[in-house]
Each structure stands twice: as structure tokens, then as C-alpha cells.
């Protein structure tokens, strides 16, 4: 069992960069895979990447791909989103999950969830 704690999120200007961080404690880390979701101000919330338990395979969003990274230090039992180009409608709460080892892509699909980070991102 892990829990994450999300960290990083703040206000910062269309076109900056960001990056959050997500220290999941627990035992076993390295043999979950973590996933950032966000939620959007009156939307649901909705996957934005993840990353396999032995960070052999990462996925993300249409939306930010080419523009966010995913990565995992399991010395330190963290995730992390870089997170460049930033726009306005990358705007949310960001939250970090974990399920067992493979990639997901579903709410449903994730075990442990933290209580987010808010990210806004003015025009």
C-alpha cells in the first residue's frame, strides 16, 4: 500500500513551465505504476500520463503530449509531470495515483489517490 502526496502545483503565466512532484510512501513503490489525472473547473476528471512499475512504458494524453514528461525516481519513491508549454486549458487540479505495475488509464483502474495540487495557468 502507498500514499501519494502531490507537491509543485501554482499559478504561472501560458507558455511557462512547471514541474509536480508526487512522493507516494509505503512499502514497494518501484512495483506500482503511477498515473497523473487532473480535473478542470466544472469537468470531470481525466487521465493525463502514467508510467509503468519498471518505467519501461509511459502514455499520456493527446492533449499534452509532446508538451509533458512523466518520470519515476524509485530511490526517492517518486513521480514526477514536467510540464512545458503550459497553456490555459491545462488548468486543474492535479492528482496522483498508483495501482500494481502496469499502465492504466481509468479512475477505476487506480488503488491509491492523493489530494491533488492545483495548477493555473493565466492567459
Known amino acids: 500500500q502507498v500514499q501519494p502526496v502531490e507537491s509543485g502545483g501554482g499559478l504561472v503565466q501560458a507558455g511557462d513551465s512547471m514541474r509536480l512532484s508526487c512522493k507516494a510512501s509505503g512499502r514497494l513503490f518501484s512495483t506500482y505504476a503511477m498515473g497523473w489525472f487532473r480535473q478542470a473547473p466544472g469537468k470531470e476528471r481525466e487521465f493525463v500520463a502514467a508510467i509503468a512499475w519498471l518505467a519501461r512504458n509511459t502514455d499520456y494524453a493527446d492533449s499534452v503530449k509532446g508538451r509533458f514528461t512523466i518520470s519515476r525516481d524509485n530511490a526517492k519513491d517518486t513521480v514526477y509531470l514536467q510540464m512545458n508549454s503550459l497553456k490555459p486549458e491545462d488548468t486543474g487540479v492535479y492528482y496522483c495515483?498508483?495501482?500494481?505495475?502496469?499502465?492504466?488509464?481509468?479512475?477505476?483502474?487506480?488503488?491509491?489517490w492523493g489530494q491533488g495540487t492545483k495548477v493555473t495557468v493565466s492567459s
Open positions: 495515483a498508483a495501482r500494481p505495475r502496469n499502465l492504466g488509464y481509468r479512475e477505476y483502474e487506480y488503488n491509491y
